[in-house]
């Protein structure tokens, strides 16, 4: 175990020793398929044939102007298999877990976007999975839940702790620890012990590498600003990588308002200061914790950017101003998402919905001579269920109750 | 020769009069600070030679669901690392066995490194147990504990190879906590051949006495333990016995593996 995977003071790995031999192993494999240049090309060859890469770029050409000022870009990772970009992530580490000739891979999730794709990477790779989902969660998300299951994945209801995303890691390290030997787990974002982030964040690069040259190809221009949703921090450093040597270009993270600055109240580790730098879940970052180091509830409408943590190559990149951290609060993602449906036709998911929420905020004070890049790390349409909650529409709600009516009907009669 | 810190030569003591000795675990503040005072008096009345006081941590990541939720109930009554403090400081005042803490690297890390290790000292904790904290990871920490001369504890598993055996080790004062197999805390365990094996790998790589936990839980555990280890350490079944029958038959349970 090399002391390595340090971004400025944060990152390292504080994981159990029975761990790390594991951690060795993974490490290894690695660093090996980085150095294989044939890895990269049948990575290429794999999301391209089996998802949708190159994902395009879309202009919003009604909201650019209605808003005025800035030229409004969005690099459409919705396109994806899965609709989200976590497929970059999970497609990657199933072709590593190949590799290390490991037969069956675990994961965590939170909104279940995450467990989604790694079930689909299951399937096709042939691997036995198991997914750990909080128990909140499982109960918020049944679609996510009921596709994980039909692709042949066990889904297990995690009934400790908050019984959201960071218990659902936990309860992922602790299979690990028994299973290593067969099993590779599938870290969905970029957190936890190294390599993890840097790992998840190469992964992601497809994002930043294609967007630039996009732009580039399109406006013979970079954009001024590039935004993108922080969860836990991956699909922001997917797109983030691809502009980081162009320091004219400023990087925007828009992590979960919630309903406000305070305790319990959001999940925004970077614009706000209610985070304090500590060390969980195997890494040191910034988290929502309270003085003795105890992790605090956080609150926000999308499930994926409701985590304690951030990815500690993020809070090197805060620490070094190189990345501008802000907040949007639910409304206001609410209404950009509802903004973007109604004007675009395209439909971010919450989590992206951030971004948006920023992007539209800034967009009218730039100049019409500068271009802007939002990340749409995923889209809604499968997210109903929670999508109707949030803009609270009767008609949905009157079309549950009539479904859940004749299903009692059905079972009464049976 | 790395010098002897005072939880060694007390253990190399106590063997001196016994072929195993028996550490025993509590979540301090579970289910409260008064019971946690009441079993560990109870324990040392029935035998026990030292014990581990765990001060929850919210992401107890190496723990199985027992302690898991020893630790949840007890910050959920309101348990803070300086009450876990004080009652340590009460019972190595109290009780005349070697204390140890375990806990999780944040704990530490949020206290201040040194000023946690400055506060152990002062009131009388010998040595620390962190399980996610490695010595590459644990520099501040470990030059913090050999100027106190406390005790930094270090687990070998049984995926640990003899190279890294003897770097724990290095690391290491006081004992060596091994595990007896792969998982969390709380799990059934296998006491075969296979384990005496281990056991005698992990002897060969280190010059420490030996502990040797998870699974332990009954007399005929210790019996195996014998001749092959220094401390059997019993963590998850008393608190499983303390939240089956009551904190009173933690004392009964302690003697049925000592008699
Ligand atoms: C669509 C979408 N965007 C963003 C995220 C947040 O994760 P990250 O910050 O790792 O990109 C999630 C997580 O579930 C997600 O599903």
Known sequence: ?????????????????????????????????????????????LMSTYSCRATPITRLDNLSSQLGGANIFVKREDLNHTGAHK?????GQGLLTRRMGKKRVIAETGAGQHGVATATMAAKFGFDCTIYMGAHDVARQRPNVFWMEQMGATVVAV??????????????????????????????????????????????????????????ERNDRLPARVYACVGGGSNAMGIFSGFIDDNDVELVGVEAGGRGRGAGQHAARLAYDDATIGVAQGYKTYFLQDRDGQMQDTHSVSAGLDYVGVSP???????????????????????????????????????????????????????????ILINMSGRADKDIFTVADAVDDPKWREFIIDKADAYKQEMGDA | MREQTTLEQSIRQARDKKDILLMTHIVLGYPSFDDSLRMVEDMVNAGVDLMELQIPFSEPMADGPVILRANAEALKAGATVEQSFKMAERMTKEFDIPFLFMTYYNILFCHGVSR???????????????????????????????AAKLSPIHIFTPNTPADRMRHLSDN?????????????????????????????????????????????????????????????????ESIRVMEQDGVGAVKGFIETLVA
């Open chain 2, 172 to 236: 290491s004062s006081g004992f060596i906590y091994t595990v007896a197999r792969k998982g969390v805390t709380g799990k059934d365990t296998a006491f075969s051949d296979e384990l005496s094996d281990y056991l005698a790998l992990c002897n060969s790589n280190t010059d420490l006495p030996l502990a040797v936990g998870f699974g332990v839980k009954s007399r005929e555990d210790i019996d195996f333990l014998r001749g092959k280890v220094d401390i059997a350490v019993v963590g998850s």
């Open chain 2, 116 to 146: 946690f290790v400055d506060d152990c000292s002062r009131i009388g904790i010998q040595g620390c147990i962190v399980p996610d904290l490695p010595p590459a990871e644990g520099q501040e920490y470990l030059d913090a504990m050999h």
């Open chain 1, 313 to 371: 190559i993020l809070s090197s990149m805060h620490e070094s101003g190189r990345v501008r951290f802000e907040a949007a609060s639910d409304d206001d993602v609410v209404n950009a998402m509802q903004r973007t449906v109604r004007h675009e036709g395209l439909i971010p998911a919450l989590e992206s919905s951030h971004a948006f929420a920023q992007a539209y905020r800034e967009a009218p004070g730039m100049s019409a001579e500068e271009d």
């Open chain 1, 159 to 216: 009934t400790e702790g908050s019984q959201t995303l960071k218990d659902a890691i936990n309860e992922a390290f602790r299979d690990w620890v028994s299973n290593m030997d067969d099993t590779h787990y599938v870290l969905g974002t970029a957190c936890g012990p190294h390599p993890f982030p840097e790992m998840v964040s190469w992964f992601q690069s497809i994002i930043g590498t294609e967007s630039r040259a996009q732009m580039l």
């Open chain 1, 87 to 91: 497929a970059n992530n999970v497609m």
């Open chain 1, 1 to 45: 175990m090399k002391n390595s995977g340090y971004y400025s003071q944060f990152g390292g790995a504080f994981i159990p020793e029975i761990l790390v031999p594991t951690f060795d192993e993974l490490e290894s494999a690695y660093l090996a398929a980085r150095e294989d240049e044939s890895f990269w090309r049948e990575y290429l060859d």
